[in-house]
């Protein structure tokens, strides 16, 4: 095998990074009408423009009846927000990892995020403007106040409609994982309350007075 610092090994290097030069160039006159047929508006395969799907859904949104004609695509959080202008409902992640965006659907607490709101026709939707008003609020919202429950406050929406359908579960005896019985009456205790809230993240970090404003409202509501 040569030496490649020997004179000929050096004369073979010199030759081919000619070689390699003609080569680029050669390429790039030859890609050149290549990039100018991409280019033509008219190129065959170029995507159909977009069909969007819509349908009517009727939701009863905090107890007023509302008809939307929305794209089927929507999720029930953009149908509150974008359509309905119901901003109290958070969006943080937009993938069900936060819990901002809790809302009771029927009783029921969901991430608005995570579902389409053409799946819910004819259901109740309560947000958090429709669980209390500034004048009378809610028993857990006059709670989370009272326990400093918050600091940005952006998790409280999802937080107190959570908190909602999580003592309502409790009250219906519904087991959690940490619930020592499938069959008895689940405890109201931190633990059981730390474990059903543990959807609702607060960056904030305000957790312990959260179970303390939500321990005093199940406390008087036993
Ligand atoms: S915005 Fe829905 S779970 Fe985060
Ligand atoms: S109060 Fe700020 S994220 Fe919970």
């Known amino acids: 095998m040569n030496d490649p610092r020997d004179v000929d090994g050096a004369d073979e290097f010199a030759i081919s990074r000619r070689d390699l030069l003609i080569v680029g160039a050669t390429s790039t006159v030859l890609a050149v009408p290549v ?3 991409a280019a033509t508006p008219a190129a065959a395969g170029a995507p159909a423009p977009e069909t969007v799907h819509t349908m009517t859904v009727n939701l009863q949104v905090n107890g007023r ?4 004609q929305l794209d089927t695509r929507t999720t029930l959080l953009d149908a509150l927000r974008e359509h309905l202008r119901l901003t109290g409902t958070k969006k943080g992640c937009d993938h069900g990892q936060c819990g901002a965006c809790t809302v009771l659907v029927d009783g029921r607490r969901i991430n608005a995020c995570l579902t389409l709101a053409v799946m819910h026709e004819g259901s109740a939707v309560t947000t958090i403007e429709g669980l209390g ?9 006059a709670a989370f106040v009272k326990h400093d429950g918050y600091q940005c406050g952006y998790c409280t929406p999802g937080q107190i409609c959570s908190a909602v359908g999580a003592l309502a579960e409790i009250r219906q005896g519904v087991p959690s994982h940490v619930s020592p019985s499938l069959v008895e009456q689940p405890l109201l205790s931190a633990e059981e ?10 960056r904030c970090g305000a957790y312990s007075n959260i179970v303390e404003a939500i321990t005093e409202v199940a406390g008087s509501a036993a």
């Not at 009846?65 to 939307?68: D, E, Q």
């Not at 008003?133 to 919202?141: F, V």
């Not at 309350?193 to 607060?202: A, D, F, P």
């Open 133 to 141: 008003t500034p004048d009378k609020l809610h028993p857990l919202q």
């Open 65 to 68: 009846p509302r008809r939307l």
């Open 35 to 37: 990039d100018a047929a």
């Open 193 to 202: 309350l730390r474990e059903r809230m543990s959807g609702n993240i607060c």
